[in-house]
């Protein structure tokens, strides 16, 4: 992609760091990439929240009779550990922060298209973590992540409003943020920047945008109904007063099948920029890779039964589905098969960044062929409830979504902060979460097989060996996630200054200098060249 814009030297423009150092300069602050390092600061804050309490899961089930925490407090530690890293670490992460940061700099804008709303997502999504920091100060909840009624409504104890209303909040903060996205995706497009020419990146999160819209809404209504169940008595979902409990599973999972995409979409986009980097050629399928997004984002409304298998449903609409679940295999499939087709032959270089691609490949493939045998529905009435549910949604979800996170990081923070960090250690981290993430989660497919039910810490002694495993693992694992804490930190001071394109990657945000001046373009950009505009020819193509 070539640009019109003349060249600028940093020192025309300050950057959007230098542009005040007061508090205030920052939380006042209508800058999308300010406001991209806000969220980043946040979410890792939370990251590290729920980090502590799976160490605390980990610790407790390393011996079979659950020794370390009491049976209520195993129950909190495990909820506690879902919501906060559904709802503040996974869903808000690559969006919040490198959709914030890129989206206005990858389609040539000098912002999104609300900069205040953007802040005011932000707040929401403090306003919300302290509700939820709130709840568990006080005294924790103990329904697990799905809030299932009638044990949220009912039976539990414990402060279930607060973080009812803690995730109706942070649903705001996404609407919000979804809705900024499109308007800014469809409306402030530089010339020449067409849709065939939009960075795939840019595609994940229109239709990552589009699910967060149209589906967080449902979730809102949802848990506003559970509130009102719990404090007024009001039979909504409690059969004893006319309600339907299985009511409030179809529109919890309504929404939450299709939250797993919101995690998992911009993954995808990231791994289009990171494979195309890495291999210096233009990316195989761009049409397949930008479609298969917006397919995903809409078969993944109609799947949602598929969690409710041995709930209740009936044969018919299980059977239906089934076969819908198998069918959102079909877009993900094709585009792990387009970036290895991009890699062939490709002239690859090991960055850091693209080990975190690998690594994700590898992972995602294995908790995707997973999520193939629990839409089987004979299988999944065996395993439904254990440790292979487990196993599964940790591979996409943390061996997927948080290992992109993890190579967006080290391949844009050069752009984020204008300094490189050490690539070695980047090389051995993603080498350590990749080995610590399988021994954390590949015996639990085993114990799950086994028949070890999810959400249970007393467990038969002969479980004992497998469950070590994967707390060993998981200490690995926490190393891994814990190193670049150190390394990139270091870089903010000692690191090289990056220049403005350290990887020759194409796309605009290289064009800019690093960091990015306050006013991303010195003047409009124009773009001429297809996406991907690698000098390599691509072999596979036939042009
Ligand atoms: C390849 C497509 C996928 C298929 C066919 C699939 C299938 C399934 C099925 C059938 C279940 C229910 C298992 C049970 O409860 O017995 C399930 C659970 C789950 N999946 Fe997937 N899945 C896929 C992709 C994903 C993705 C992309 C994510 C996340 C980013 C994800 C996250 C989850 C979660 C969180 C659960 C468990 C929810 C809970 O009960 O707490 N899945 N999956
Ligand atoms: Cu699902």
């Not at 295999?329 to 991009?342: E, F, L």
């Not at 002239?347 to 693209?354: R, T």
């Amino acid at each position: 992609m070539t640009v019109g814009a003349t060249l600028e030297t940093p020192s025309e423009r300050a950057s959007y760091l230098r542009a005040g150092y007061s508090l205030r300069s920052w939380l006042t602050t209508t800058d999308h990439k300010r406001i991209a390092v806000l969220y980043l600061y946040a979410i890792t804050a939370f990251f590290f929240i729920g980090g502590i309490a799976a160490a605390l899961i980990r610790l407790d089930l390393a011996t079979p009779g659950g020794d370390l925490l009491s049976n209520e407090g195993y129950n909190r530690a495990f909820t506690l550990h879902g919501v906060v890293m559904v709802w503040f670490f996974l869903i808000p992460s690559i969006p919040a922060t490198f959709g914030n940061f890129l989206i206005p700099l990858m389609i040539g804008a000098q912002d999104l298209a609300f900069p205040r709303i953007n802040l005011a997502s932000w707040y929401l999504y403090v306003l919300a973590g302290l509700f939820t920091l709130y709840a568990l100060i006080a005294g924790g909840v103990d329904t697990g992540w799905t809030f299932y009624t009638p044990l949220s409504t009912l039976f539990a104890n414990g402060y279930v409003v607060a973080a009812l209303l803690a995730v109706i909040i942070v649903g705001f903060s996404s609407i919000f943020t979804g809705m900024n996205f499109i308007v800014t995706v469809h409306k402030l497009r530089c010339p020449g920047m067409t849709w065939s020419r939009l960075p795939l990146f840019v595609w994940s999160l229109y239709a990552t945008a589009m699910i967060l819209v149209l589906a967080t809404p449902v979730l809102t209504m949802l848990l506003i109904l559970v509130c009102i169940e719990r404090l007024s008595g009001i039979g909504i979902f409690n059969p004893d007063l006319g309600g339907d409990p299985l009511l409030y599973q179809h529109l919890f999972w309504f929404y939450s099948h299709p939250a797993v995409y919101i995690m998992v979409l911009p993954a995808f986009g990231v791994l289009s920029e990171l494979v195309t980097a890495a291999a210096r050629k233009r990316i195989f399928g761009y049409w397949f890779i930008a479609y298969s997004s917006v397919a995903i984002a809409v078969i993944g409304f109609l799947v949602w039964g598929h969690h409710m298998f041995v709930a209740g449903e009936s044969t018919y609409a299980s059977a239906v589905f089934s076969f819908l679940s198998i069918a959102v295999a079909v877009p993900s499939g094709i585009k792990v098969y387009n970036w290895i087709a991009t890699l062939y032959k490709g002239s690859i270089s090991l960055d850091p960044a693209f080990l975190f691609a690998m690594g994700f490949i590898g992972l995602f493939v294995i908790g995707g062929l997973t999520g193939l045998m629990l839409a089987m529905l004979a299988v999944d009435v065996h395993v439904h409830d254990t440790y292979f549910v487990v196993a599964h949604f940790h591979y996409i979800m943390v061996g997927g979504a948080v290992t992109a996170f993890f190579g967006a990081l080290h391949f844009w923070w050069p752009k984020i902060t204008g300094r490189m960090y050490n690539i070695t250690w980047g090389r051995i981290t993603a080498a350590l979460i990749f080995l610590g993430f399988n021994l954390t989660f590949f015996p639990q497919f085993i114990l799950g097989y086994l028949g070890m039910p999810r959400r249970y810490h007393v467990y038969p002694p002969e479980f004992q060996v497998l469950h070590v495993l994967s707390s060993a693992g998981a200490s690995i694992l926490a190393v891994g996630y814990l190193l670049p804490l150190i390394y990139l930190l270091y870089s903010l001071r000692h690191g090289q200054p990056a220049g403005s394109n350290p990887w020759g990657a194409t796309g605009l945000e290289w064009t800019v200098p690093s960091p990015p001046p306050k006013q991303n373009f010195a003047e409009m950009p124009v773009v001429t060249r297809p996406p991907y505009d690698y000098p390599i020819r691509d072999p596979m193509s036939r042009e």
